[in-house]
Nanobody
Framework: VQLQASGGGLVQPGGSLRLSCVAS????????MGWYRQTPGAQRMMVAV???????YYADSVKGRFVVSGDTSKNTVDLQMNNLKPEDTAVYYC?????????????????WGQGTLVTVSS
C-alpha cells in the first residue's frame, strides 16, 4: 500500500492550502483516514481524522479553520486549511487505517504517507 500526499507549500498567514492524499494497493476495509503533523523535535500530532459515515475529529488548534473529507470509493482524504497561522507550519502526514476480517481472525493495518511540508510565513 502506498499513500501519496500533495498540496504543501509556502503560504502567508491568513491564507489557505488544500492537502490531498490518495492511497493505492490492497487496502481492505478503511476504518479511518486523516492527517497528522510534526515539527522538529516534537511528536507527531493528530490534526484531523475522518471516519466512513462522516464522523470527524479535529485538534482544538484547528477547529473552525480546517476541514477533513474522505472518499473510500477513491481512497482519498483531503484537508482544506483556511486562515493558516505560523504555528501551523509543519510536515503533514496522511494516514489510513484499515482492517481485514476473516472467519478466524481480524487484522488491522496502519499506513502513512511520505509527508508534505506546509510553511506559513510572511
Amino acid at each position: 500500500v502506498q499513500l501519496q500526499a500533495s498540496g504543501g507549500g509556502l503560504v502567508q498567514p491568513g491564507g489557505s492550502l488544500r492537502l490531498s492524499c490518495v492511497a493505492s494497493g490492497s487496502i481492505f476495509t478503511i476504518t479511518s483516514m486523516g492527517w497528522y503533523r510534526q515539527t522538529p523535535g516534537a511528536q507527531r500530532m493528530m490534526v484531523a481524522v475522518w471516519h466512513p459515515g462522516g464522523t470527524t475529529y479535529y485538534a482544538d488548534s484547528v477547529k473552525g479553520r480546517f476541514v477533513v473529507s474522505g472518499d473510500t470509493s477513491k481512497n482519498t482524504v483531503d484537508l482544506q486549511m483556511n486562515n493558516l497561522k505560523p504555528e501551523d507550519t509543519a510536515v503533514y502526514y496522511c494516514n489510513v487505517e484499515s482492517e481485514r476480517v476473516t472467519v478466524l481472525d481480524a487484522y488491522e493495518y496502519d499506513y502513512w504517507g511520505q509527508g508534505t511540508l506546509v510553511t506559513v510565513s510572511s
